[in-house]
């Protein structure tokens, strides 16, 4: 009994490490919310009087990903579906691939790069994610594809305030549907929101920058204590915790 009374007190311990360091991102995460509070308001309320522009007017193009039916290989180039954006974050974790050939077919007309956000349009709708790594990917119709056009907007402040409840009461209002809601392409281009001069939205960027250095390490702490505790709770399996 004493030796198991030790076993659970040190797995307890690495399970607090694991569950604070799961806290801190989430405080992070909440610090970038608070940062676009502080600086632009609420845009519901716009008390600072911020002009609005609907996102045709501030992208270069707005479209989808392939409607086509992929000829999918067992490697190759990744293809993502919705459930790939978690997190207002790509998850590139798949396992359906396209060919070299297909994909430079499928991304012809509209090359995927890096600056660019996708955000879900059926099903979970309204989860928006930059593209910031450029590795080759391409990804189904039920994600849009947006191209800000960077003379007008930052991509970091549209990142976020496609995540304000201003712009998810729009799209709610406007995606059709009851068992799978779908947003179009039209009413995307339709969706307005909050324009502050881009010298103020570069600002936020450094700001969200700093922070995401800071939760990048958070992360790293995170995936260590989780590791160490997976590591801690086999050996306790093992009996090598005595």
Known sequence: LEIQKKIAAI???????????????????????????EMFGDPEKNE???????????CKKITDGTHQSPKFKNEGIP???????????????TN???SEEEYLTLTKSTPIEVGDLLL????SIGNPAIVTNPKRFCFQR??????PNKELINIYFLHAVLQTQFVKRQIYILARGVAQKTLNL???????IIYPPLHEQNKFENIIHQIGIQRHLSEISMNKSH??????LQRAFKGELG
């Open 227 to 232: 590791d160490l505790f997976q590591s801690l």
């Open 120 to 123: 879900t349009i059926v099903g």
């Open 96 to 98: 359906k691939y396209i």
């Open 186 to 192: 039209k009413e995307l281009k339709s969706i307005e």
């Open 48 to 58: 600072k009087k911020w002009p609005l522009n609907r996102l045709d007017q501030l």
């Open 142 to 147: 039920h994600i849009a594809h947006l191209k």
């Open 11 to 37: 797995l307890d311990k690495a399970d607090e490490l694991r569950q604070n360091d799961k806290k801190i991102l989430e405080k992070y995460d909440q610090l970038a919310q608070s940062v676009f509070q």
């Open 79 to 93: 293809f993502l579906f919705v459930s790939n954006i978690q997190n207002n974050s790509i998850n590139y974790d």
